[in-house]
């Protein structure tokens, strides 16, 4: 099973019920730390291959250009990538019947997922978590910092959300609310299960296993319930992003998950691109000149100069006339 869903969606919640219910999380684990105290349940081989393979195509986890999946997408034509993939996933095939991998990274992966689980004849399942993507942005701003504007990560939120229903249509798979899964994850866990044909699920569930989950959700974590008016997002960007929110949600209804259903999403991704691509256009300049600008501190570095120091890039910020008034000044003085 790879569970996929964009990052602070509740996928590490989820992949750790799946763990304490018997399924086998590669090991091992990234460290939990306070921004996710009960455990990531990512692999760190998973999280470090994914971040060398979007290094090499200079792609970020949170990527909002539509362009940027055929750079990714082409890592299942290359071999050696995929020979190391499917390495190490039959080696964990070998340690557990039914092996869940969750890691932010993997939806710009799944056509190379898919190609090593087929060589290996490996049937795959999918899960995707949702969760309303203002309180996605308001987590990533606690969790990781405000480096990526809300506008932007707003943009990748969609551009992720599109590809991942998207890559897995026609596949077995199951869309989850975070906010049901949190608050009553036997239910979810049976729903999903059930469209999954999850053995260790259908078949019932141990006392103890469930005693364990039960101590594993905690609804205390779910800390940023937040709406669009409590982030930064231009008012464009926040009709679509919603209105993209409310037609992946239907795929979490009994039933939802229909042609109707998807071509709505269709045509929100449509839409996205087309107003992806109009800023772009008009960000033209601002690109060139960050890219002017990247090219002189590459030179610079290469020349072997120092960066400016504290003291000049403070002068820098000074006009002109009054940086002479001030030398004048200091003269006088001394």
């Given at each position: 099973?790879?569970?996929?869903?964009?990052?602070?969606?509740?996928?590490?919640?989820?992949t750790g019920v799946l763990g304490q219910l018997g399924f086998h999380i590669p090991q091992p684990e990234v460290q939990a730390d306070d921004t996710n105290p009960r455990g990531f349940g990512e692999p760190r081989w998973v999280v470090d291959f994914h971040t060398r393979q979007l290094r090499k195509r200079d792609v970020t986890v949170n990527d909002s250009r539509p362009s940027a999946w055929e750079k990714t997408t082409a890592a299942k034509d290359h071999e050696p990538t995929v020979a190391e993939l499917r390495t190490w996933l039959d080696g964990e095939l070998n340690q557990g019947d039914a092996v869940v991998v969750k890691d932010p990274r993997t939806v710009w992966f799944l056509p190379l997922w898919k190609r090593c689980a087929t060589e290996l004849g490996v049937p795959t399942t999918y899960v995707t978590m949702l969760r309303h993507?203002?309180?996605?942005?308001?987590?990533?701003?606690?969790?990781?910092?405000?480096?990526?504007?809300?506008?932007?990560?707003?943009?990748?939120?969609?551009?992720?959300?599109?590809?991942?229903?998207?890559?897995?249509?026609?596949?077995?798979?199951?869309f989850v609310r975070y906010e049901n899964l949190m608050a009553d994850w036997r239910r979810e866990v049976a729903r999903v299960g059930a469209l999954l044909d999850?053995?260790?699920?259908?078949?019932?569930?141990?006392d103890e296993r469930a005693a364990a989950v039960d101590a594993f959700v905690d609804p205390?974590?779910?800390?940023?319930?937040?709406?669009?008016?409590?982030?930064?997002?231009?008012?464009?960007?926040?009709?679509?992003?919603?209105?993209?929110?409310?037609?992946?949600?239907?795929?979490?209804?009994?039933?939802?998950?229909?042609?109707?259903?998807?071509?709505?999403?269709?045509?929100?991704?449509?839409?996205?691109?087309?107003?992806?691509?109009?800023?772009?256009?008009?960000?033209?300049?601002?690109v060139t000149a960050a890219r002017r600008e990247g090219r002189r501190k590459g030179a610079a570095k290469a020349a072997g100069k120092q960066p400016p120091s504290?003291?000049?890039?403070?002068?820098?910020?000074?006009?002109?006339?009054?940086?002479?008034?001030?030398?004048?000044?200091?003269r006088r003085s001394t």
């Open positions: 099973m790879l569970v996929v869903g964009v990052g602070r969606s509740g996928t590490s919640l989820l993507p203002a309180e996605i942005l308001a987590s990533a701003f606690k969790s990781y910092g405000d480096w990526q504007s809300g506008a932007s990560r707003a943009s990748a939120w969609m551009n992720m959300t599109f590809e991942t229903e998207r890559l897995t249509r026609g596949e077995p798979r199951a999850l053995p260790l699920i259908t078949d019932g569930i141990p205390t974590l779910h800390r940023n319930r937040v709406e669009w008016a409590d982030v930064d997002v231009p008012p464009r960007v926040v009709e679509l992003a919603e209105r993209t929110w409310q037609d992946v949600l239907a795929l979490a209804d009994p039933g939802g998950d229909t042609q109707p259903a998807q071509a709505k999403l269709d045509a929100d991704r449509s839409e996205f691109v087309a107003l992806h691509e109009e800023a772009e256009a008009i960000a033209q300049s601002a504290l003291r000049v890039r403070i002068a820098r910020r000074i006009p002109v006339r009054y940086r002479r008034r001030l030398r004048g000044v200091l």
